[in-house]
């Protein structure tokens, strides 16, 4: 097999350098140094182009299709095929112990792969293959075509494997404008024999140089006798390398965790980017309308019929990592086959500084998103609020510790804490389905994979946690006069003004103070809006006297009054009509256009519900005590509404800071924008 190979190659035009030969293994042939010498750098395979004549098929299905179809008749050709001392050296398809990637995995070999990038990577890349073939079976089949009948989804499967692991891309070789304006020349991938042969080792140097219609591999570095020769494909995660290729690499330099962002959300970060290069606001009207914000005093009115959608932090606790970034089960784009190598944009975190040391936690280890991650979580979790600010930063910086806090820093923080902890979950859900040692292969390069995506994972938790818990406000029950504000501060450290009614409303209403039992009942909206009713109640009669209020109120609180009242409308004084409600902002609607009105009016009513039950908690606390703070008749569902807009668009949902995964151990904290230096 090898010297009819060798023998064929040789009559195409491929050229071995005299000093290797061919070897193998049980992972299949490579090219070897002979026993006698060393290579020298310079050495050089000019293997030859395996490019089809295919102008004679429908261009109905894309070239890469058609160029598998190819390969699959060639392999039924058997001898009679022109390619056949090149074919029976491959992995051949009725030996599925040689396909080590994703696609070939028998049910125990999947169990090591359960909810990460890379099961889910396989799926659609599977999902994608069998819909090819069966399109193409069709079209074939409705032409006459009798060969299709042998045309099995195992054989297609094991073309598309082959042009998966070893093609390159036909753009590669436009190197004249002939071959480029040939639109099946640079779109349809090309074998190389010879080339495909060497195997991948990502310290090793070499050039590669393309002409017209053949190329050269030249290793930049000598080899020892006997020693393998390799190639480079380039820095691949173990997730890429899996996927494409059926191997991993241990301590891989390149490996990574990757993340996905929603369409809907991706649309946004566009829109708001674009309008951030523009001048006027009016230029944002398809995500802003006049209702949401005011366009003369940009300040955030009582709602809208369009808003942006940012994360609603009410009802559903962590929806922002559900419907936002949806890490763990949307592949990263970076995972397509090999055969597509085109440059798209990959949202990652890796550690830094090379790979893991060892099984344990690097805490000390320093990470990175890829580029441009954190400015996009910082538009995806801005509010309205910080959108029409003119002065809007992008949280550029992953150095969180550093800097002016502010609420779009703290809640990208969080958000993105809480995004990796998802993925960690939908990965570690499955350890107790596992064996105790990887059994074959397949297993040891999934279980390699799999701890290594854990390992990064808890790293990069454990610093944005300590980096969390550095934050005065967040880490103890008592924030003083700190920014951050939790349920515990509002119950006990409020101005003495308000907290002697406000505990008793809560009492009267809900049945209970305790914060443990108003988190687990789901009611620490409830608590926040009343808590924001009673400082607006008291304090709003003299909000235009700063002096007055400075000495009524602890400074915090005073300075963030006053920033509301000069970017917030003020509440109603009386109960609008269902046509002025405040639209709540809310995760996965992305209310921008005419069609999703019903959605905007379901929220509205949702809201009008929502509010009315809090004016019924007030009443009940009027009723015990006719003189409280919350008897004041100006109160009402447009009041509360408004409150409650606020406390949405100003919180931020916190993980728990001891590292407690679960949606039960996340916290909704407030941040006291414009309350000044923390």
Same mark, same amino acid.
């Given at each position: 097999?090898?010297?009819?190979?060798?023998?064929?190659?040789?009559?195409?035009?491929?050229?071995?350098?005299?000093? #290797?030969? !061919?070897?193998?293994?049980?992972?299949g042939?490579?090219?070897?140094?002979?026993?006698?010498?060393?290579?020298?750098?310079?050495?050089?395979?000019?293997?030859?182009?395996?490019?089809?004549?295919l102008?004679?098929?429908?261009?109905?299905?894309?070239?890469?299709?058609?160029?598998?179809?190819?390969?699959?008749?060639?392999?039924?050709?058997?001898? @009679?095929?022109?390619?056949w001392?090149?074919?029976?050296?491959?992995?051949?398809?009725?030996?599925?112990?040689?396909?080590?990637?994703? %696609?070939?995995?028998?049910?125990?070999?999947?169990?090591?792969?359960?909810?990460t990038?890379?099961?889910f990577?396989?799926?659609?890349?599977?999902?994608?293959?069998?819909?090819?073939?069966?399109?193409?079976?069709?079209?074939?089949?409705?032409?006459?075509?009798?060969?299709?009948?042998?045309?099995?989804?195992?054989?297609?499967?094991?073309?598309?494997?082959?042009?998966?692991?070893?093609?390159?891309?036909?753009?590669?070789?436009?190197?004249?404008?002939?071959?480029?304006?040939?639109?099946l020349?640079?779109?349809?991938?090309?074998?190389?024999?010879?080339?495909? %042969?060497?195997?991948?080792?990502?310290?090793?140097?070499?050039?590669?140089?393309?002409?017209?219609?053949?190329?050269?591999?030249?290793?930049d570095?000598p080899?020892?006798?006997?020693?393998?020769?390799?190639?480079?494909?380039?820095?691949?995660?173990?997730?890429?390398?899996?996927?494409?290729?059926?191997?991993s %690499?241990?301590?891989?330099?390149?490996?990574?965790?990757?993340?996905?962002?929603?369409?809907?959300?991706?649309?946004?970060?566009?829109?708001?980017?674009?309008?951030?290069?523009?001048?006027?606001?009016?230029?944002?009207?398809?995500?802003?309308? #006049?209702?949401?914000?005011?366009?003369?005093?940009?300040?955030?009115?009582?709602?809208s019929?369009?808003?942006?959608?940012?994360?609603?932090?009410?009802?559903?606790?962590?929806?922002? &990592?559900?419907?936002?970034?949806?890490?763990?089960?949307?592949?990263?784009?970076?995972?397509?086959?090999?055969? @597509?190598?085109?440059?798209?944009?990959?949202?990652?975190?890796?550690?830094?500084?090379?790979?893991?040391?060892?099984?344990?936690?690097?805490?000390?280890? !320093?990470?990175?998103?890829?580029?441009?991650?954190?400015?996009?979580?910082?538009?995806?979790?801005?509010?309205?609020?910080?959108?029409?600010e003119?002065?809007?930063?992008?949280?550029?910086?992953?150095?969180?510790s550093?800097?002016?806090?502010?609420?779009?820093?703290?809640?990208?923080?969080?958000?993105?804490?809480?995004?990796? @902890?998802? @993925?960690?979950?939908?990965?570690?859900?499955?350890?107790?389905d596992?064996?105790?040692?990887?059994?074959?292969?397949?297993?040891?390069?999934?279980?390699?994979?799999?701890?290594?995506?854990?390992?990064?994972?808890?790293?990069?938790?454990?610093? !944005?946690?300590?980096?969390?818990?550095?934050?005065?406000?967040?880490?103890?029950?008592?924030?003083?006069?700190?920014?951050?504000?939790?349920?515990?501060?509002?119950?006990?450290?409020?101005?003495?003004?308000?907290?002697?009614?406000?505990?008793a409303?809560?009492?009267?209403?809900?049945? &209970?103070?305790?914060?443990?039992?108003?988190?687990?009942?789901?009611?620490?909206?409830?608590?926040?809006? %009343?808590?924001?009713?009673g400082?607006w109640?008291?304090?709003?009669?003299?909000?235009?006297?700063?002096?007055?209020?400075?000495?009524?109120?602890?400074?915090?609180?005073s300075?963030?009054?006053?920033?509301?009242?000069?970017?917030?409308?003020?509440?109603?004084?009386?109960?609008?009509?269902?046509?002025?409600?405040?639209?709540?902002?809310?995760?996965?609607?992305?209310?921008?256009?005419?069609?999703?009105?019903?959605?905007?009016?379901?929220?509205?009513?949702? #809201?009008?519900?929502?509010? =009315?039950?809090?004016?019924?908690?007030?009443?009940?606390?009027?009723?015990?005590?006719?003189s409280?703070?919350?008897?004041?008749?100006?109160?009402?569902?447009?009041?509360?509404?408004?409150?409650?807009?606020?406390?949405?668009?100003?919180?931020?949902?916190?993980?728990?800071? =001891?590292?407690?995964?679960?949606?039960?151990?996340?916290?909704?904290?407030?941040?006291?924008?414009?309350?000044?230096?923390?």
């Amino acid at each position: 097999m090898e010297e009819d190979f060798k023998s064929w190659f040789l009559s195409h035009g491929g050229a071995f350098h005299p000093n #290797t030969d !061919l070897g193998s293994n049980s992972d299949g042939f490579f090219i070897r140094v002979r026993d006698e010498q060393d290579l020298l750098p310079g050495a050089r395979v000019d293997p030859f182009i395996a490019q089809f004549d295919l102008q004679s098929v429908s261009l109905l299905i894309t070239p890469r299709v058609i160029t598998q179809i190819f390969f699959m008749k060639q392999f039924l050709l058997r001898e @009679q095929s022109l390619w056949w001392p090149y074919i029976r050296m491959l992995p051949q398809p009725d030996a599925l112990h040689n396909f080590n990637t994703p %696609l070939w995995y028998e049910p125990e070999d999947l169990a090591w792969i359960r909810g990460t990038n890379l099961e889910f990577g396989a799926q659609r890349m599977e999902s994608l293959w069998r819909q090819e073939y069966e399109e193409a079976a069709s079209l074939f089949r409705l032409r006459g075509s009798e060969q299709v009948e042998f045309w099995s989804w195992l054989l297609y499967k094991w073309a598309a494997t082959i042009f998966a692991s070893r093609s390159f891309p036909g753009s590669a070789l436009a190197s004249s404008a002939e071959s480029v304006g040939n639109a099946l020349n640079t779109e349809c991938p090309v074998l190389i024999p010879g080339v495909d %042969l060497l195997n991948h080792c990502p310290l090793v140097k070499v050039t590669w140089l393309w002409g017209r219609s053949d190329c050269s591999v030249i290793n930049d570095d000598p080899i020892k006798r006997t020693s393998q020769v390799w190639n480079n494909y380039g820095p691949k995660s173990n997730e890429e390398l899996i996927l494409g290729y059926g191997f991993s %690499l241990f301590r891989n330099p390149a490996d990574f965790c990757s993340l996905a962002v929603s369409q809907d959300v991706e649309k946004r970060i566009s829109k708001i980017k674009n309008y951030q290069t523009c001048s006027t606001l009016t230029d944002m009207s398809d995500i802003l309308t #006049t209702g949401g914000l005011s366009k003369q005093t940009s300040q955030v009115s009582n709602g809208s019929e369009h808003v942006i959608d940012t994360p609603d932090l009410g009802k559903d606790r962590n929806n922002v &990592t559900k419907s936002i970034f949806s890490s763990a089960n949307v592949v990263s784009p970076n995972l397509s086959p090999p055969t @597509q190598r085109v440059n798209r944009e990959i949202r990652l975190v890796r550690l830094k500084g090379g790979s893991l040391k060892s099984d344990s936690i690097r805490s000390q280890a !320093l990470y990175e998103f890829s580029p441009g991650f954190i400015g996009d979580c910082s538009i995806a979790f801005a509010n309205e609020r910080e959108v029409a600010e003119s002065d809007f930063q992008l949280q550029s910086s992953v150095d969180f510790s550093s800097g002016q806090l502010s609420r779009n820093k703290l809640h990208v923080m969080c958000a993105v804490t809480m995004i990796l @902890q998802r @993925q960690q979950m939908a990965i570690m859900k499955h350890d107790l389905d596992l064996p105790l040692w990887p059994a074959n292969e397949k297993q040891f390069h999934a279980a390699r994979y799999r701890r290594n995506q854990l390992q990064i994972l808890a790293s990069v938790i454990e610093m !944005l946690l300590e980096s969390l818990r550095s934050f005065p406000g967040l880490s103890m029950a008592t924030a003083g006069d700190m920014k951050v504000i939790r349920l515990e501060n509002i119950l006990t450290d409020s101005t003495t003004n308000i907290l002697t009614d406000f505990r008793a409303a809560l009492n009267a209403g809900l049945g &209970t103070r305790n914060p443990e039992k108003i988190r687990k009942n789901g009611w620490v909206e409830c608590a926040f809006a %009343l808590w924001l009713c009673g400082l607006w109640l008291r304090y709003s009669s003299i909000i235009r006297d700063t002096a007055s209020l400075t000495s009524s109120l602890p400074s915090k609180f005073s300075r963030w009054l006053v920033f509301l009242s000069r970017v917030y409308r003020t509440p109603p004084e009386i109960e609008p009509q269902r046509e002025q409600m405040v639209e709540p902002v809310k995760s996965g609607s992305y209310v921008t256009s005419c069609t999703e009105i019903t959605a905007a009016e379901q929220n509205r009513d949702e #809201t009008q519900s929502l509010c =009315e039950s809090f004016l019924a908690v007030i009443h009940a606390a009027a009723t015990r005590n006719p003189s409280s703070l919350y008897g004041d008749p100006s109160v009402t569902v447009g009041h509360l509404a408004w409150c409650l807009n606020i406390i949405r668009q100003e919180g931020v949902m916190c993980p728990n800071l =001891e590292g407690k995964l679960g949606d039960e151990n996340d916290e909704f904290i407030l941040f006291l924008e414009g309350a000044g230096a923390a």
